[in-house]
């Protein structure tokens, strides 16, 4: 686990199969730690636990679920979030705390945003960092970082479908973020700084593409 911002931490790079690579964040919050996605590293969760262990949990889609999440809940009795739509997929391995079902603010200054589209419960996280005026967009892998910009996918099995991805693009575009940090991509890179022009370009041309 390496830590890349003054509250935030990245963990070891995870393959659950080729091609793509994901990572959990782990976010020192004013009064308490969050972990941002999943990880199953047993040396990261090892490392957490010296860093003062999480009080929540959040995951942004069902991609991210996995029997780590029970390990991580009894290891530091910790809340775990999900959107209602992803609720059926994450009981599977544990309970879930608490369901979103809009986009609604929670602890410590935390925006938790209904971003659907990659699939229909999928939820984004934004948060106004005190160190530098950073402001984080956490997106699941709705966007995600590759050699030609920046891509996503649309899983209409899952609920997903292209109206929605398309709104949620549009909203990322309006929330300004200087960081944007994908759980999984096709490169080891899924934590990225942007500029609002940058950022606004690419994901207006991936908008263009998703229209044809």
Known sequence: MKQIREDLWETSSESPFSGMYTHAYF????????????????????????????DTQYLSHRDEV?????????????DLVC???????V????DV???IKESMSHTNGLQILHTPGHTNGSISFIYDSPFEN??????GDTVYLTKQGWNSLIFPENGGNKESLINTLENYILLKPNVVISSGSSQPITCTEVNHSGWKKGITKLISQLQL
Do not use: A, V, W
């Open 27 to 54: 976010l020192k919050c004013k009064r308490s730690n969050i972990l941002i996605y999943n990880t199953s590293n047993e040396n990261d969760i090892d490392l957490i636990h010296e860093m003062g262990g999480i």
């Open 66 to 78: 996995g029997p780590s999440m029970g390990k991580i809940k009894n290891k530091f009795s910790s």
């Open 83 to 89: 959107h209602d739509l992803e609720r059926k997929y």
């Open 91 to 94: 009981e599977k391995y544990c």
């Open 97 to 99: 705390d608490t369901l």
């Open 134 to 139: 950073q402001r984080y967009l956490f997106m």
